[in-house]
């Protein structure tokens, strides 16, 4: 499978993080794109010290003592709207932006390509791609909804990054997951990060 990856400046980034590590453990092909905004969330909220894409992946896989992996992961630049992902004669299964900026969602409903991350989107959109975008902002104006309401009528999948609780979660890392989950799901995957609902029974 090969899949577009994109990292946009909003807040979130335990949503990227355990979704990456769980590409670590497929096979394929993952183009990674990194605005620097979302560098600057990732340093911030993951409290480490990265400056690049390239350090990102390598922290992860530092932090989980990922040896090996059967993700191929290429970087591209944010800036460069000219690399290879930014033609639809480049064949890739689908796209995630997680998380997403209301920034980034603007741009792309709007059709505005001003970085490989919106025109990546914006090509995934116009090839009938799979494109997830995975928003994390409270509360939304009439502006964020319209714009969200817009891209999903035109084919666009909005998960907004909101997880559920019924699986009892214990840690950060298990509400990353339940995300990371539901975005595998959307691409067609099924890697079982949390546990299905189950429903318990109760007495009246």
């Not at 990292?7 to 620097?36: H, N, V």
């Not at 350090?55 to 990922?66: C, G, P, Q, R």
């Not at 025109?119 to 509360?139: F, H, M, N, Y």
């Amino acid at each position: 499978m090969k899949l577009v990856l994109g990292m946009a400046g909003a807040s979130g980034s335990i949503y990227a993080e355990r979704f990456i590590k769980a590409l670590f453990t497929i096979e394929g092909t993952t183009f990674f794109i990194c605005s620097p905004a979302s560098l600057r969330v990732f340093r911030e909220e993951m409290e480490c010290k990265v400056s690049s894409p390239k350090e990102i992946l390598d922290f992860i896989a530092s932090k989980y003592k990922l040896q090996t992996s059967s993700q191929k992961f290429e970087i591209r630049n944010f800036s460069d709207i000219g690399a290879d992902i930014a033609s639809g004669s480049n064949p890739w299964k689908a796209m995630a932006i997680l998380p997403c900026s209301m920034k980034t969602i603007a741009s792309i409903n709007a059709g505005l390509t001003e970085n490989l991350i919106e025109r990546a989107a914006d090509v995934t959109l116009k090839e009938r791609r799979t494109l997830v975008l995975v928003p994390r902002e409270a509360p939304y104006n009439r502006i964020h909804l319209k714009n969200m309401l817009e891209l999903h009528d035109a084919g666009g999948t909005i998960l907004p990054a909101s997880p559920g609780f019924y699986q009892m979660p214990k840690s950060l890392e298990d509400l990353g997951d339940f995300i990371a989950e539901r975005v595998f799901r959307l691409l067609g995957m099924e890697l079982d990060l949390y546990p299905r609902w189950n429903p318990r029974s109760s007495e009246d």
